[in-house]
C-alpha cells in the first residue's frame, strides 16, 4: 500500500473554492453591468445586472460568442467589431 500526502493539494482546492465564490460574490453584487469573455470571444461571464439590461439571462449568454447577440450584421463584421471593442476595452 502506498501513502501520498494530499494535503497542499486539498488547501489548494479549497482556495480556489474561495477565489471563485469571492469573484461570483463581486459580480453578483455589482451595480454594473459586467460581462468577461475567454480568448475566442465566447461569453464566460455575466452578473444579473447585464441580464436586467440585455434581457438575456446567464444561461441563455454563457458559451456564446459575443457578436451572435446582433442579427443584422453579416457575421465577418460582427466577430471584427467585438474583438476590436475587447482590445481597446471598451
Known sequence: ???????AARAARVELLRQKEFSESL????VDGILAFDQELRITAWNRVQEE???RSEAQVLGRACWSFSPNTPAASKKKECAR??????
Not at 1 to 7: I, L, N, S
Not at 27 to 30: A, I, R, T
Open 1 to 7: 500500500m502506498a501513502w501520498r500526502d494530499v494535503t
Open 27 to 30: 459580480l453578483d453584487n455589482s
Open 53 to 55: 439590461f440585455s434581457g
Open 85 to 90: 471593442c475587447c482590445r481597446a476595452g471598451a
